[in-house]
Each structure stands twice: as C-alpha cells, then as structure tokens.
C-alpha cells in the first residue's frame, strides 16, 4: 500500500506546484517602436545637422503582489556630416514589493510610496573606433509621489547607488565627446 501512495503523493505535489506557477504567472506587456528623424536636440546642441534611427523594446511585467519589472532595450544611430556614432542602452527597473498607496478622496489627495531598483548600462560605439564611452550602474530609492489638487511633488530618500552612474560624467563631455564624433 505505502508504494502505491508514494507516486500519487508525488503527483499531487507536482499538480499542486505547478498550480502555484501558473497562478503567480505575472500580466506581461511587450511593445517595440522604431523610426527615423531629424535630431533637433543634438543638432542644436552639436551646431550641425544630425539624424537618428533608433529602435526600442520593453517588456512590463505585472506581478500579483503589486511589484513589477519593466525591461527596456534601446538601439540609437546618429549620423553627422563627419561621422556616426550606434549607442545602446540597457535598463531594467523593479519594484520587487509592489507599492503603497494612501488617499484621502474627499480632498482629492494620494500618497504613494515605491521601492524601485533600476540596473543599467549605456554603451557607444563610433566606427573603426569600437567603444568610445560605456557606464554601467545600480541604484536604488524609495520614491514618494504625492498628488494634490493643486499638483504633483517627487520625493527621492534612501538612495543608494553603486558603480557609475549617468550624470558622472557632465553633460557637457558627454555633448562634446558625441559631438567630436559626428562633426
């Protein structure tokens, strides 16, 4: 008898994992665009025409608990009168424990409170040349977002980053090296 319950005890466990999985499946949402233009910006920015071709993709992740995931993937291609300049961008962000969210109807007030991760990566590539600029970094903060009729403020706490962040570096060197580049 006990080797006969042995395997179905097994099966219903296997049944009752796997009812979990699919249960705690998250809502996913998958988009991509893509297209070219005038860069108005960089053209300001650099004194001379420059053009992009750019594509992006992300993914959002729902989860029941309230958190989420949000994976984007950017393709950028400029072009100048003297050269191009392919930059690649990585980033995920996620809330891992959802977020709160306090109102008060009657004055129209809310309140929430988040706890976001974001992991990423920027890389730019000239040709013949490889690898002009990389930075790569974490960060993490809690984010308070408070809505009033009379409108909205962001609170930054509890900051934490690590490696190199984007903003190290000013955006003056930045402009100059992607303009060197394209010029």
Request: charge should be negative; aromatic fraction near 10%.
């Amino acid at each position: 008898m006990r080797k006969a319950i042995a395997p179905l005890f097994a099966v219903i466990l296997a049944l009752a994992a796997a009812s979990s999985a699919l249960a705690a499946k998250p809502d996913v949402f998958r988009d991509r665009f893509a297209g070219s233009e005038y860069d108005a910006f960089t053209s300001e920015v650099c004194g001379f025409d420059v053009w992009l071709t750019y594509r992006v993709d992300f993914s959002f992740f729902a989860m029941d608990d309230g958190g989420y995931l949000l994976l984007v993937h950017a393709e950028r291609f400029r072009t100048g009168p003297g050269g191009s300049v392919t930059q690649v961008v990585n980033y995920s962000f996620r809330s891992p424990h959802g977020h709160q969210i306090v109102g008060d109807p009657d004055s129209g007030s809310f309140i929430e409170v988040t706890r976001e991760i974001l992991h990423g990566s920027r890389v730019w590539n000239a040709p013949g040349e490889g690898v002009i600029y990389r930075d790569a970094g974490y960060y993490d903060a809690t984010l308070t977002l408070t809505i009033t009729p009379e409108g909205e403020t962001l609170e930054v706490s509890d900051e934490v980053a690590h490696g190199q962040q984007p903003g190290q570096l000013s955006e003056d060197v930045l402009n100059a090296l992607l303009c060197g580049e394209l010029g």
